[in-house]
């Protein structure tokens, strides 16, 4: 499984530029070619999300969006 880690431009919607997609891009299908890439997405920024913690009975959800993106996946 690859994991790609959220930013600070992924959490505000910011594309990468075009040279680094071309380069995801022809990475990807070259996984895939090779019968290794099963599926892969990106995710919405955490301001369209929640984290949810379940304690025994209790349920607490916390909407986004979250300050430390560094704890955030952006796509898998």
């Given at each position: 499984?690859?994991?790609?880690?959220?930013?600070?431009?992924s959490?505000?919607?910011?594309?990468?530029?075009?040279?680094?997609?071309?380069?995801?891009?022809?990475?990807?299908?070259e996984l895939a070619k090779a019968?290794?890439?099963?599926?892969?997405t990106g995710l919405h920024p955490s301001a369209k999300g929640a984290r949810m913690k379940l304690s025994g009975e209790k349920r607490t959800v916390i909407d986004g969006p979250f300050a430390e993106t560094k704890d955030l996946i952006g796509g898998y």
């Amino acid at each position: 499984m690859m994991i790609v880690k959220a930013g600070t431009d992924s959490e505000a919607g910011v594309m990468p530029d075009d040279r680094l997609i071309e380069a995801i891009t022809k990475y990807n299908e070259e996984l895939a070619k090779a019968g290794v890439l099963l599926a892969l997405t990106g995710l919405h920024p955490s301001a369209k999300g929640a984290r949810m913690k379940l304690s025994g009975e209790k349920r607490t959800v916390i909407d986004g969006p979250f300050a430390e993106t560094k704890d955030l996946i952006g796509g898998y």
